[in-house]
């Protein structure tokens, strides 16, 4: 579903960006930063808050640092499109820790997953959960070689 794009003021967007890249910053020091005052920077956290822009503030966690040091995207395809079919799957895809990202896309491919693994073997035991849970008619896995980029700031 498409949301309507908020309005945004520049100070909007660089308390967007400050906090994009170090949700632990005091209002104290994101107000001073950006030459805010701070019951002027907690209002607009709070709308950005209310309308739905700052969804949530979370850590960051290396996967290599956890013990999970492969990346694998599998693209799904099923020859069942139903809304109960989508229900199942998007049900027990998104039971599974592993599943990271969960994509319904157009084209090729009906399904594209982002799956965080130790290795073939627990990748394999993915695979195995995910078709029994649901009749799917192809499943193809890329395994991740090398991440040259990962960012999780939305360009503003």
Same mark, same amino acid.
């Given at each position: 579903? &498409?949301?309507?794009?908020?309005?945004?003021?520049?100070?909007?967007?660089?308390?967007?960006?400050?906090?994009?890249?170090?949700? *632990?910053?005091? %209002?104290?020091? %994101?107000?001073?930063?950006?030459?805010?005052?701070?019951?002027?920077?907690?209002?607009?956290?709070?709308? !950005?808050? $209310?309308?739905?822009? &700052?969804?949530?503030?979370?850590? &960051?966690?290396?996967?290599?640092?956890?013990?999970?040091? !492969?990346?694998?995207?599998?693209?799904?395809?099923?020859?069942?499109? *139903?809304?109960?079919?989508?229900?199942?799957? $998007?049900?027990?895809?998104? $039971?599974?820790?592993?599943?990271?990202?969960?994509?319904? !896309?157009?084209?090729?491919?009906?399904?594209?997953?982002?799956?965080?693994?130790?290795?073939?073997?627990?990748?394999?035991?993915?695979?195995?959960?995910? &078709?029994?849970?649901?009749?799917?008619?192809?499943?193809?896995?890329?395994?991740? !070689?090398?991440?040259?980029?990962?960012?999780?700031?939305?360009?503003?």
């Amino acid at each position: 579903m &498409i949301k309507e794009a908020k309005k945004l003021d520049n100070n909007d967007r660089n308390i967007l960006k400050a906090l994009q890249r170090d949700a *632990s910053l005091s %209002l104290e020091s %994101l107000a001073a930063q950006l030459s805010l005052s701070t019951n002027a920077c907690w209002r607009r956290i709070k709308r !950005m808050e $209310a309308d739905g822009i &700052i969804a949530r503030r979370v850590a &960051i966690v290396e996967p290599e640092a956890v013990g999970f040091g !492969m990346t694998v995207f599998v693209a799904v395809r099923t020859n069942d499109h *139903s809304d109960k079919w989508l229900e199942k799957f $998007a049900k027990a895809a998104s $039971a599974v820790e592993e599943v990271v990202e969960l994509y319904r !896309m157009a084209g090729e491919v009906d399904y594209l997953l982002k799956l965080l693994v130790r290795d073939v073997a627990d990748y394999d035991r993915v695979y195995k959960k995910l &078709i029994k849970a649901v009749p799917l008619s192809d499943v193809s896995a890329s395994f991740a !070689m090398e991440r040259i980029k990962y960012e999780t700031a939305v360009p503003l």
